[in-house]
C-alpha cells in the first residue's frame, strides 16, 4: 500500500527536510505534491534526481491526497487542516494552532502512539523544544515520575526559519569584511549575541514558546499536575536546539539507573563521559536522528533531583522528523486509508 | 593619600581591563607597575598616552607595593599573593586559589563591603558567573529570603581569555573565507556551537565553575544553607556573560516589589519591559559597570519562586571592576596604608 502524500509549506527549511526524511526513511508514497502559499506556487523544487512544482494550497488540493504534512505557520495551518480533514487527507500539523486542542491529539511517536488513534483527521505536532526535551525527561519520568523542572533553552536560529538561518551567515559574512550588520529576522542582532525572546509575550511575563514547555508537556505525557518554568533564548548558532534541565521526581534518583533508561530509550543517545570530554553539543547533533543527553548529574538543589543536558536538531526530531513519524505510526497502524490502490 | 598599585597578570584579558579601570575611576595612584610572567617581563603597555614595560612578577617585587591586584591564574596567586601579603602588600586575587579559605574575605564590594575588614593581606575577587549572577540575586535575597536557585550560564568566550576570543574571532573569519577552522583554546569549535563544559569536571559530574556558584554564593551572601544548581556553557558571544536563574525563596514574592529592589540596587540595572522588547542583552551589557535584570516573572514551577535573565560583563562586574571596586574599598574604609606618602 502506498500513499499520496502533501507538503504544505515545501519552501521552508522544515518542508526541505520533510521532503529529505519521507525519500531517506522511505516513506511508501504514490505520490508526494509540494504545496505553498500562492506568492511560491510554480517554483520549482528538486531533491536529488527528482524535481517538483510547487503548487498553490487550496482546499481542494486535499481532495485526492492521504495524508498532508503543514509547516506553514499557524495560520494556514488554521485554515486548511480542517479543509484537508473534511477530504479525507490526515493532516499533519506542525504549527501550535491546534496542539492544545481537546480534540486533536498531540503526538510524539516514541512516547504517546496511542493518542493518534482518537484522531479526527488532524493530529499536532509538538513544539521544536519541547519535543527535544522531552527525548530526555521521558525516560526519566517513566522510571521516577517527574514532578516538575526548571528549563533553559539555546535554541538556533534555523528554528526561526530559513531567512533568520541566512540572517545569522550575512551578518557573521558582513563582521569579517568589517561592514555593518543589519537586522530583519530578528529584533536584534543575533551575531555574538542572545536574544532571550522566542514567540510573543504574555502578560504573565513568559512568552508563548515557554508556555508551549510547560501545556505541551502536560498533554504529551498526560500528566496535568506537572510544574515547569522555561525561559527560552536564542543563540548564534545555525541548527540543533540545547537545552539545560533541573528535574524534580517523586521518587528517588538513581543516577546509574537514569543513565540506563535514557541510554535504553529509542529517541535518546547518551553522550555522557565527562572525563573523556563527551556531552552532547549542537555541531554533533545536527541531521541526528535521536537526540543527546548527557552532563547527566544529582541535582544540588532539587528534592530527588537531576540535572542534565539535551541536544537535538529541532528541525528534525523538533519538527520534520516527528511529523513523518507520525505519518508512518498512521500507515503502521492502519489510521489513514489510501484514497485509491495503487 | 595615593598608592602604589601593582597587576599581575597585565598582559592578559583582565589586565588590560585593569589598566582602563583604575585610571577610568581615578584611582589615587602614585604609581602603577605591570607585572607578568618572566616570559612576558619586557613588553610594553600602553593605555592612552601612557606606557609601561612589563616587569618580572618576582617576590621582591611586591616590596614597594601598597596594592596588587592578581589575574595571571591560580598557580601564580597561590605563590605569589602570600608573598604580597608578606611584603604589607594587600593582595586583591582574582583566581580562585584563595576564595573558599576561611581566613580570606570573599567580597563583592555591593554586597558584603564589611568582610574586607577582616582581611590579613589577601582578599580575594569571586568568579565571574557568580557575581553577575548575585547583581540580580542578592536585592532579592534582602527582600524574600533566597532559598534555593537553579541556573543556566551562557558565558562568553573572553571569560576564556584574550585567546581564546581570538580563536572564535578566527574560526569565523575562517569559515567567511570557505577556510576550515581549528581549535586550540577550547576542546571543540566554539563558532556555531555550544560548548557545555567550563573548568574541570568534578566526581560529582557538577563542574568547578558550577561548583563555584554554590559556594562562593553561600560565602558571599553569608548563607551556608543555600542550595544551588548551575549548569555553565560557553557560547560564541564575545564578551558579556548571561544567566537564566530560577530562584524560590523564603517568603512569597510580590512581583512589583521585586523589580523595584533590584532598579534601587546598585549594581543592577533594570530592563524589563517585554512589551517594548526591552530585555538585557550581552551586547548592550558589554562595557557597562552595572549588571541588567530583566524577563522577572512569578515561577511556574517552584513556591515563592521567580524567574529572571541577569546579563553582565564578565571582565568587569565579573573580575576587573569588582577587584578594582575592592581596591577603593580598602582605600576609603582605610584597610591599606601607603608605605609611603607622595
Given at each position: 500500500m502506498s500513499y499520496r502524500v502533501g507538503i504544505v509549506g515545501a519552501t521552508g527549511a522544515v518542508g526541505q527536510e520533510l521532503i529529505d526524511l519521507l525519500h531517506r526513511r522511505n516513506f511508501p508514497m504514490a505520490e508526494l505534491v509540494l504545496?505553498?502559499?500562492?506568492?511560491?506556487?510554480?517554483?520549482?523544487?528538486?531533491?536529488?534526481?527528482?524535481?517538483?512544482?510547487?503548487?498553490?494550497?487550496?482546499?481542494e488540493a486535499f481532495d485526492d491526497l492521504d495524508i498532508a504534512i503543514f509547516s506553514a505557520?499557524?495560520?494556514?495551518?488554521?485554515?486548511?487542516?480542517?479543509?484537508?480533514?473534511?477530504?479525507?487527507?490526515?493532516?499533519?500539523?506542525?504549527?501550535?494552532a491546534f496542539r492544545m486542542d481537546p480534540t486533536v491529539p498531540l503526538v510524539v511517536p516514541e512516547i504517546n502512539p496511542a493518542a493518534a488513534r482518537s484522531h479526527q483527521g488532524i493530529i499536532a505536532n509538538p513544539n521544536c523544544s519541547t519535543a527535544v526535551a522531552l527525548m530526555g525527561l521521558y525516560p526519566l519520568h517513566r522510571e521516577f515520575g517527574l514532578k516538575r523542572f526548571t528549563a533553559a533553552t539555546y535554541q538556533a536560529v534555523s528554528g526561526a526559519g530559513a531567512a533568520a538561518m541566512a540572517e545569522l551567515e550575512d551578518q557573521l559574512r558582513?563582521?569579517?569584511?568589517?561592514?555593518?550588520?543589519?537586522?530583519?529576522e530578528f529584533p536584534y542582532q543575533i551575531a555574538f549575541n542572545l536574544i532571550p525572546h522566542v514567540d510573543v509575550f504574555y502578560d504573565d511575563?513568559?512568552?508563548?514558546?515557554?508556555?508551549?514547555?510547560?501545556?505541551?508537556?502536560?498533554?504529551?505525557l498526560g500528566h496535568p499536575e506537572l510544574r515547569a518554568s522555561t525561559t527560552c533564548v536564542r543563540v548564534p548558532v545555525l541548527r540543533a536546539h540545547s537545552i539545560a534541565v533541573n528535574a524534580e521526581f517523586e521518587r528517588p534518583v538513581d543516577l546509574a539507573r537514569a543513565r540506563e533508561v535514557v541510554s535504553l530509550f529509542e529517541g535518546a543517545e547518551l553522550v555522557d563521559d565527562t572525563a573523556s570530554k563527551r556531552y552532547p553539543m549542537p555541531l554533533d547533533f545536527s541531521g541526528k536522528e535521536k537526540c543527546g543527553v548527557g552532563r547527566m548529574r544529582i541535582d544540588s538543589a532539587l528534592d530527588n533531583g537531576l540535572a542534565l543536558w539535551i541536544v537535538?536538531?529541532?528541525?528534525?526530531?523538533?519538527?520534520?522528523?516527528?511529523?513523518?513519524?507520525?505519518?508512518?505510526?498512521?500507515?503502521?497502524?492502519?489510521?489513514?486509508?489510501?484514497?485509491?490502490?495503487?
Open positions: 504545496l505553498a502559499s500562492s506568492r511560491s506556487a510554480g517554483k520549482t523544487i528538486t531533491w536529488q534526481d527528482k524535481s517538483w512544482t510547487v503548487q498553490e494550497a487550496t482546499p505557520g499557524g495560520s494556514t495551518s488554521t485554515d486548511l487542516c480542517p479543509e484537508a480533514a473534511k477530504r479525507g487527507c490526515v493532516a499533519v500539523d506542525n504549527s501550535s558582513a563582521w569579517a569584511k568589517g561592514e555593518p550588520m543589519t537586522s530583519s511575563g513568559y512568552t508563548k514558546e515557554e508556555h508551549k514547555m510547560l501545556n505541551e508537556s502536560r498533554k504529551i537535538g536538531d529541532q528541525l528534525w526530531k523538533g519538527a520534520a522528523l516527528n511529523a513523518v513519524q507520525i505519518a508512518e505510526l498512521l500507515v503502521a497502524d492502519k489510521l489513514v486509508t489510501p484514497k485509491t490502490t495503487v
